[in-house]
């Protein structure tokens, strides 16, 4: 309980944004998985010879996660409200950035 009592002025500033920003930040299970894949096919390899070697078991690594190339598809569709959500709150700045 004390933990949240010295932590309350910074937490309630997360608590104005919207559902869909609050949703994408806390969600940190897809970036833990993809470092959880990425670890193991590193610990598998063991050693590489040069820094080529590790980038192309990284590269692998990744690329195995979405062997079918749908994955961009589902990743664009649970990120629309979000990124809209962000587009309103901070004023169109993101929108402006991809232009």
């Known amino acids: 309980m004390r933990l949240w009592e010295n932590a309350w002025e ?3 500033p997360f608590l104005r944004f919207d559902t869909e920003i609050r949703r994408i930040v806390c969600t940190t299970n897809a970036i833990e998985s993809v470092n959880a894949r990425i670890r193991r096919a590193v610990k598998t390899r063991g050693h590489f ?12 690594a990744i690329m195995s996660l979405d062997p079918t190339g749908k994955g961009q598809a589902r990743w664009t569709m649970c990120w ?9 709150t901070f004023d169109g700045r993101l929108s402006a950035a991809r232009q």
Do not use: H, R
Request: net charge negative; hydrophobic share 45%.
């Open 10 to 12: 910074e937490f309630t």
């Open 49 to 60: 010879p040069n820094e080529q070697a590790a980038l192309k078991c990284v590269y692998m």
């Open 80 to 88: 629309k409200t979000a990124l809209n959500a962000f587009d309103i």
